[in-house]
């Protein structure tokens, strides 16, 4: 049995940091006028989003609920 990390998957916090990015981004996008930039600016809100809810669901994964007695 190994003790490695698996680091074939990006964690919560890959997903975090690129959803950032992309909102940032999508952000400067939008506030230009041309056509192309609006659409380049949903497309990065989008994939922000995306990213969110990946982030979120790797972060309930890890911390499974737990029930009245403290238990999981």
Request: no cysteine.
């Amino acid at each position: 049995m190994t003790t490695e990390k698996d680091t074939s998957k990006p964690g919560w916090k890959a997903h975090s940091v690129v959803a950032l990015i992309s909102v940032a981004v999508g952000i400067v996008f939008l506030t230009g006028g041309a056509t192309i930039s609006i659409i380049a600016g949903t497309s990065l809100l989008g994939l922000g989003i995306y990213h969110f809810v990946v982030a979120l669901r790797l972060r309930r994964d890890l911390n499974p609920p737990t029930d009245e007695t403290g238990r999981p």
